[in-house]
């Protein structure tokens, strides 16, 4: 689900998970996606002895620099298995090799009865049903030339981002020379609308690009503008208009979120990119995603799961850190609906679950909520989304709504944190994002840990 912001005329209203259009028939295929639990690895062709096989360098050095082993966790899920669910009928989709689970496509039931009797599948759960209707897809939009005249502020080499980025103290960690250069960011999201195409991301360092999604989108640079809006405040480079707030950082753009359902599957999506973030050797991941009720309400998740290690897709987020990765997460805006609580995966351990505040930094009531199930605070910090200035998929400038768009604000300056002190691990740049809040001394499950001061770590 999409963690941006809709507002009725009269009161607010919780996010919709997908862009509002008109619906049409669905005519894709109706062969159903499978999630399957395999019991173990073995005829995995690979070894923790020889990660080059299947990790960067990049991946590797970072491990090695915080300390952490390579074990069997990291190691693909085995090719054997593979060949035999192939052999069964099924179609491999994608695979979780942290979890050993497979994503398949599925023609028929008697393909389903022969992948259950496979000795090695421990689990098998159908994640994705075909849709009688989807939304229509929207048309794409040109792109806007040129700021407007008046988006200029000569003055301020941030202009509209100044105070969003000046309240975390992003400025001052700027001004030392940490803008996040040889930083590596995953942005985890629906589409990056027109982000080939517009000026303010003409020299962003964008590493690459991946679609998780089945089917593939012939263009991820053509789908929803909200990972545009996401990257806009972190990597755009525009002075006196707006600058993101880890310009000198390196982007890996990943489409994980389905458009035009919202079903289980689409953890699993996001499990597979945060798998692939990880061996490209990402140090960061930006996720304004996270997930609560689907589609006809088939596999709604429950308050009894928010323990950061019992849904699919938590329990992922929740092994990021041990792999030296910092995961940060949007809390979720379900502060006026039914539901309140962070949205899964904000429920994870060791991972930054940011929420949204007002500009006069009071907390915006839409956002998610905690404790989690366990009794562990969320969110843990906040950044303003009440709403934030951005850049669109058409190019220009302008607010939005969400704890969407107060994640990746503090997403940026984590890797600028890091930057700084490039020996810290993990979990320790984590434990200094919570020190560093406004709220650290008396943490709460509203406010969490505060509003970070990043700068506090860096001398005058």
């Known amino acids: 689900m999409l963690l941006s912001l ?39 062709a690979c070894s923790p002895e020889h990660p080059q096989k ?50 398949v496509s599925c023609p028929g039931s008697g393909v389903e009865r022969d992948l259950q009797s496979l000795p090695f599948v421990t689990g098998f759960e159908q994640v994705w049903h075909a849709p009688d209707t989807v939304p229509r897809p929207l048309r794409h939009r040109r792109v806007q030339e040129a700021f407007n005249p008046w988006d200029s502020i000569p003055a301020s080499h941030y202009a509209a981002a100044a105070s969003q980025t000046e309240q975390l103290g992003g400025h001052k960690l700027h001004a030392k020379g940490f803008t996040g250069r040889g930083m590596t960011i995953a942005v985890l999201d629906g589409g990056f609308e027109n982000v080939d ?79 692939f973030a990880d061996s ?76 949204a505040v007002t500009p006069t930094l009071s907390n915006a009531p839409f956002c998610s909520v905690g404790p989690t199930q366990d009794g562990r605070i969320k969110p843990d910090v906040m950044a303003v989304g009440s709403p934030a200035w951005l850049i669109s998929g058409r190019g220009s400038l302008t607010q939005d709504m969400g704890t969407s768009f107060a ?9 600028c944190l890091w930057q700084a002190f490039p020996n810290k691990t993990a979990l320790e740049i984590i434990d200094m994002v919570r020190h560093c809040g406004s709220n650290h001394k008396n943490p709460n499950t509203i406010f969490g840990y505060g509003i970070p001061d990043f700068s506090s770590f860096v001398t005058p």
């Not at 998970?17 to 399957?36: A, P």
């Not at 989108?217 to 480079?237: C, F, N, Q």
């Not at 600058?243 to 982007?251: E, H, L, R």
């Not at 990943?254 to 499990?271: G, S």
Request: neutral net charge.
């Open 197 to 275: 195409r517009i000026r303010a991301f003409r020299k962003t360092k964008i590493l690459g690009t991946h679609d998780f999604v089945y089917p593939l989108s012939p263009d991820i640079y053509r789908e929803t503008d909200h990972g545009t809006k996401v990257l806009s405040l972190m990597g755009a480079w525009a002075p006196h208009v707006f600058v993101g707030t880890a310009p000198g950082a390196g982007y890996w753009l990943l489409r994980c979120e389905d458009q035009q359902t919202e079903q289980p599957v689409e953890e699993d999506y996001w499990v597979m990119a945060a798998e």
């Open 54 to 103: 299947f990790l960067s360098r990049k991946a590797i050095e970072r491990r090695e620099r915080q300390g952490l082993r390579i074990d069997s966790t990291d190691l693909p899920v085995s090719g054997r298995y593979l060949d035999a669910i192939r052999k069964a009928g099924a179609h491999v989709v994608g695979t979780s090799k942290w979890l050993n689970s497979v994503l």
């Open 407 to 415: 994640a990746p604000i503090v997403c940026g300056l984590v890797a």
């Open 6 to 44: 809709l507002f009725a005329t009269v009161l607010a209203v919780r996010v919709q998970s997908k862009d509002i259009s008109e619906s049409q028939d669905y005519t894709g295929t109706r062969d159903g996606l499978f999630r399957l639990t395999l019991g173990d690895k073995r005829g995995t």
């Open 280 to 355: 490209v050797g990402a140090d960061i991941i930006n996720s304004s995603l996270g997930y609560t009720e689907f589609d006809h309400h088939v596999g709604d998740h429950r308050y009894e799961e928010m323990d950061g290690h019992t849904a699919f897709i938590s329990r992922a987020a929740s092994m990021l850190a041990s792999k030296g990765i910092v995961l940060v997460n949007s809390a979720g805006n379900n502060g006026m609906g039914p539901w309140k609580k962070v949205s899964f995966p904000a429920d994870a351990d060791n991972i930054i679950t940011v929420g």
